[in-house]
């Protein structure tokens, strides 16, 4: 099984600054790598898929990065919206596997 | 693309349910499509995959239990469920391919006496 290691657990940061999220694979998944956006008692949301490409409906200001086994997500000009848990999913290999989340907190 | 579970429900511990996911948008036989869970206050678990040429897959949590089927000629994927544990209830999603994008509104399996 492919573990996805999400650093760090917690991010504090203030509104309209960036934020980077890391996700590093155990193993190479290649590009199969996705981000997810999870608020409390909602469903994932899709932000990327393919490592780099943005789902319909995605602000810009949302950019992945990164193959093999490293990854990050960065966004830019953080909005009231943004703060939640964000995870990493590979689908390169089954069972596909998710980070353990990384929750982005207003300073 | 659009994808409609049912079967989800309460059933005792050692019970079965099945699931099934109608498919319509694509074909099951052209794509692969997994079966994704969601347990209460938990995050999402990739459950089991049928792949186009019918190769079926399963995490090691649900294998033995679960079986993943499906009807090409009805564009229907089934999850058959048996031996249910308490630690099995979640909300059920069918998706189309690895990332949960294409999905359906979900189906709840409680296993509980």
């Known amino acids: 099984e492919v573990v996805m290691t999400q650093s760090p657990a917690t991010l504090s940061v203030s509104p309209g600054h960036r934020v980077t999220f890391s996700c590093r694979a155990s193993q190479s998944v290649s590009n199969s790598l996705a981000w997810y956006q999870q608020k409390h008692g909602q469903v994932p949301r899709l932000l990327i898929y393919?490592?780099?490409t943005r789902a319909t409906g995605v602000p810009a200001r949302f950019s992945g990065s990164g193959s093999g086994t490293e990854f990050t997500l960065t966004v830019t000009s953080l909005q009231s919206e943004d703060f939640a848990v964000y995870f990493c999913?590979?689908?390169?290999?089954?069972?596909?596997?998710f980070g353990q989340g990384t929750t982005l907190e207003i300073k | 693309v659009r994808l409609v579970e049912s079967g989800g429900g309460l059933v005792q511990p050692g019970g079965s349910l099945r699931l099934s996911c109608a498919a319509s948008?694509?074909?099951?036989?052209?794509?692969?499509v997994t079966w994704v869970r969601q347990a209460p206050g938990k995050g999402l678990e990739w459950v089991s995959v049928i792949y186009a040429g019918g190769k079926t897959d399963y995490v090691d949590s649900v294998k033995g239990r679960f079986t993943i089927s499906r009807d090409i000629s009805k564009n229907t994927v089934y999850l058959q469920l048996t031996g249910l544990r308490h630690e099995d209830t979640s909300m059920y999603y069918c998706?189309?391919?690895?990332?949960?994008?294409?999905r359906g509104q979900g189906t709840l399996v409680t296993v509980s006496s």
């Open positions: 948008g694509f074909s099951v036989s052209s794509n692969y």
């Open positions: 998706v189309r391919g690895g990332i949960f994008l294409y």
């Open positions: 393919g490592a780099s």
């Open positions: 999913q590979q689908y390169d290999n089954w069972p596909f596997t």
